[in-house]
């Protein structure tokens, strides 16, 4: 398999999130302490990343720029989900 593609995986409070939308919790460690190399959703090698720091949008227009990890990201953090964004 030659898949140069990644999915960025990142730690959001115990539940490990990726940027193409899946979440796994893990019991111990993150996903290269329990041998995942690849994505569950969209089978690309993931990457982990650190959380990023970023200051959430003040306003529709700002949220619509976001890149859309960022926009998973505060989706995640939404007690609502996506649909409340």
Known sequence: MDNKETCEWWDEDGVWVSSCGAAFHFEDGGPKDNDFNFCYKC????????EPEFEPPTSYEEYLMLPEKYKLRLA???PQGEKGT
């Open 43 to 50: 089978g690309n090698r993931i990457k982990v990343e650190a």
């Open 76 to 78: 995640a953090r939404s």
